[in-house]
């Protein structure tokens, strides 16, 4: 089952959304494996980023990193992050009092020196909680996995103008949120928060280069057509952040197409964004996260090389967990 990352957890509090920070956490993505790959592999092998590279079928693919040794490509590395999709439900007029999720989740609302008081009740244990909210602010229902599917919305689901959801434990399967448009007539916007829904086509996409290359490079279409006593010289890697995010079909396709699947965990992930953040300040994020700026050496490079040595360059697991590394062995990538 999918659920929202730790990470989005704690990133929802800037508020920021849209695909132009979704690309830049992207960019992020191929600068921490650029600081890992310069730092493990650059005295034995060649890195080349941003390369077309063809495959058997005569199609040219873009990817992330082409290695080689001095006899040819090695491998290839392939960064992709999925996020988080925020759609619009639609807008809505609000009487002073609903009831949702089977009459059980009450809310009341009253407007008082120019704001909404709102009231929020769960008949079924009378749990409650009430804040003030402003026009063009939100209040969310965080809906978090429980066993059966049931939902059940306390007072901790409820995420006032002025909280956060990093503090919700649990794993949360989506968000609802409710932006105040008018107090009167009293109107919301509706719009819901869930991971991303086009993995899968993500993960095809990834999928067809690894094999259309492999099978250009080594004549064998799968990872396990290798003839007997013949070694393995070429390598398709994909690197993903945010692994909550991708469903368990997407990573079967994956699995069965590359060769490795490496992860970086939610914890590095959120601390090299928050030294970021505390850095270079949250409006100038956009600005500095650029492959161009880390190649150059600036700010973002030493911030990237200061988490990576936080961890001792061990940034990477497999889908389960444990703990990566890549290395060169006679002039070939070994992931172990």
Sequence with gaps: MVFLSEFYKFFEQYHLQGHSIGRKLGDLLEIITMEYLNHNLREHITIENEQLIDGYSGASHKVEFKLS?????????????????VTS??????????????NKIQFKFSVENNELKVNFLNLSNTQSKS???KVNQNFQIVIVDNEGNK???NSEHVI???ENIS?????????????????????????????????IEKAKQIGFVALDV??????????????????????????????????EKSISVINCSLDYILVIPDNIWINLVKEIINKVKLENFNTEVR????????????ITRKICELYDYNIFTNIHGESQNISIDSGYIVIE
């Design 69 to 85: 040794n001095n006899e040819g490509m090695v491998g290839l590395i392939e960064c992709k992050r999925v996020g988080v999709e």
């Design 89 to 102: 439900v639609y807008n809505k007029f609000l009487q002073n009092k609903i009831k949702i999720y089977d």
């Design 131 to 133: 804040f003030k909210m």
């Design 151 to 153: 939902i059940d919305i």
């Design 160 to 162: 006032s103008p002025d």
């Design 167 to 199: 503090s919700i434990s649990g794993k949360i399967k989506s968000i609802r949120i409710f932006k105040l448009v008018r107090l009167d007539p009293l109107n919301f916007a509706l719009k819901k928060a869930f991971p991303h829904p086009a993995t």
């Design 214 to 247: 492999r099978k250009k490079e080594l004549d064998i279409w799968g990872k396990d057509d290798l003839a007997e006593g013949l070694e393995r010289t070429f390598i398709s890697v994909l690197v993903i952040t945010e692994l909550s995010h991708w469903d």
């Design 291 to 302: 492959m161009k700026n880390y190649l150059e050496g600036e700010i973002i490079t030493d």
